[in-house]
């Protein structure tokens, strides 16, 4: 079996090679066995040769296993056990520890390529981002443009307004361009993340009344 072990979380999760061949893969389980941490802890492969010394190392006695040969990698461990008590010669723990350093090497490699992977998408997302931002800037500045207008021409309307009616009409005009303006803002806020300005707390509800009375 290979075991990979996170000992930050105190998890591991292993791939088990059957008899035929068969592959099992058993998921993330939470308890890292004793005996898999003294691997780890010496660096060098813990061998047991009978269930008394699996037992004493706290692993758990099943029948296929009488002798365990935990050889640790970076990352985890490879184990080898048998039927048998005292299977392994030296040559045996030999072999174990060099595919161990092969796994581990191989191990390395695949948390560097899941790296870049992950750089690689997190690149793409800035990057749509950035466009987003751009196309929202653009956007922005052309419709504060034409507000800018809309809003002059209305202050000019409401000071030759000759009823009152008109004028509170025209106040509610200028109060909801006012308020478009200030939602220009905020979208050139977002589309320069990295600017000075100056972030706030908003309450939704009230931002729904200010777009329905603008609708």
Do not use: C
């Not at 290979?2 to 099992?24: C, K, M, Q, S």
């Not at 935990?70 to 490879?78: H, Q, R, S």
Request: hydrophobic content about 40%; proline content about 4%; charged content about 20%.
């Amino acid at each position: 079996s290979i075991n990979f072990l996170n000992l930050e979380e105190d998890t591991f999760y292993n791939y088990i090679v059957g008899e035929n061949g068969a592959v099992l893969v058993r998921p993330t389980t939470s308890g890292i066995p004793p005996a898999l941490r003294e691997a780890v802890d010496l660096n060098a492969v813990a061998y047991r040769r009978n269930p008394e010394e699996i037992v004493r190392a706290g692993g758990v006695l099943r029948p296929e296993s009488k002798s365990i040969a935990d050889a640790p990698f970076n990352g985890g461990t490879v184990a080898i056990n048998s039927k048998r008590e005292d299977a392994f010669s030296a040559r045996d723990i030999e072999v174990l520890s060099e595919f161990s350093q092969v796994i581990s090497e191989a191990n390395r490699r695949l948390r560097d390529v899941q790296l870049l992977n992950s750089r690689e998408q997190q690149l793409h997302q800035a990057q749509m981002m950035e466009a987003i931002g751009q196309l929202t800037a653009g956007i922005a500045h052309n419709f504060n443009n034409m507000l800018q207008g809309i809003m002059g021409n209305v202050y000019l309307a409401i000071q030759e307004a000759v009823s009152a009616p008109q004028r509170e009409m025209l106040e509610s005009a200028d109060i909801a361009a006012r308020r478009a303006a200030a939602m220009v803002s905020q979208l050139l806020t977002f589309s320069y993340p990295g600017s000075q300005r100056r972030l706030q707390s908003i309450d939704p509800s009230a931002r729904l009344v200010d777009v329905v009375e603008m609708g």
